[in-house]
């Protein structure tokens, strides 16, 4: 069986080769093209590009329930499988009757940085020398939780927090912040912690804010999904409130104590949730 890649955001020859770079493929028995001939067109969110219409679909969702890019629900009512984060959430939300086999599960989202996996095995010997980080760029849209995330940007330049700040499109007269990075793994690898705070509080929707941080051995001091200790193992990252009127204190309580190792949330993301992996389980059912 042949697949080709559409999205709403990138072409067909870009998502494969992100793909191959970002998942561990076992095997050889699905094949990939960007060529015009494919049996299963596999799309991320929507795309306004031809699809063959002996092609079956397969949606994988990125995006939260209040993303513009569900104003055209075509590919959540339309597709043969649509792989979602939280079904009801959006026939709740959005009022309609998602369509096709309808699969829910965590999000599979690509990391941030394009690299290779191997990169990331690599770069495990890197010393964590270093206490703590935080990315954060300027989005303050009034959807998500993007006025949470500066509330708490605000509150840590209000403190003496020992934290890198680092961001795109931020303009801050603060000795703690580093400035844009190309990569992200640049301020994640020396550090020991890094906070990892999602633009929206939906079930399983758990992205490569998350995901980064793990990759790069750096204990995430998260908060987004709901249920993230039922996708990854909590011994290995640290939830905060931003509700919490301590919510900095309790920052500086997480930091204080020596940040716990392991590698197990980096094998969850690499092989439970492998995206050519839940492709075959849906293609080739009953393949081991």
Not at 21 to 45: C, G, K, P, R, S
Request: hydrophobic share 35%; proline share 5%; glycine share 4%.
């Amino acid at each position: 069986m042949t697949i080709k890649f559409f999205s709403n955001y990138s072409s067909s020859e870009s998502l494969l080769k992100r793909f191959m770079a970002n998942y561990v493929v076992q095997d050889n028995l699905l094949d990939f093209t960007i060529a015009e001939n494919y049996d299963y067109a596999v799309v991320f969110n929507r795309t306004d590009e031809f699809i063959l219409p002996s092609a079956k679909i397969i949606t994988v969702i990125q995006e939260p329930s209040w993303s513009k890019v569900h104003e055209n629900p075509s590919f959540l009512t339309g597709s043969d499988y649509l792989i979602i984060h939280d079904a009801e959430l959006f026939e709740r939300s959005l009022g309609l009757k998602l369509g096709g086999q309808v699969i829910e599960s965590p999000s599979y989202m690509f990391y941030d940085d394009k690299v290779d996996k191997s990169f990331f095995h690599y770069a495990a010997s890197t010393a964590k020398v270093k206490k703590l980080s935080i990315i954060i760029s300027y989005l303050n849209k009034p959807t998500g939780i993007y006025q949470k995330r500066f509330g708490l940007l605000n509150k840590i330049l209000e403190s003496d927090l020992d934290i890198d700040i680092y961001g795109w499109r931020l303009s801050i007269d603060d000795r703690r912040f580093k400035g844009y990075v190309d990569y992200k793994f640049t301020a994640l690898l020396p550090y020991e912690y890094s906070i990892a705070i999602e633009n929206s509080e939906e079930k399983n929707y758990i992205t490569e804010k998350f995901v980064d941080c793990v990759l790069c051995n750096t204990v995430p001091i998260y908060h987004g999904a709901p249920n993230v200790s039922e996708v990854y193992n909590n011994r290995y990252f640290r939830k905060i409130n931003l509700d919490s009127p301590t919510v900095i204190d309790d920052i500086k309580q997480i930091i204080a104590e020596p940040p716990p190792y392991s590698t197990v949330n980096k094998a969850l993301y690499f092989n439970k949730y492998n995206l050519y992996r839940k492709l075959k389980e849906i293609i080739l059912p009953g393949t081991p």
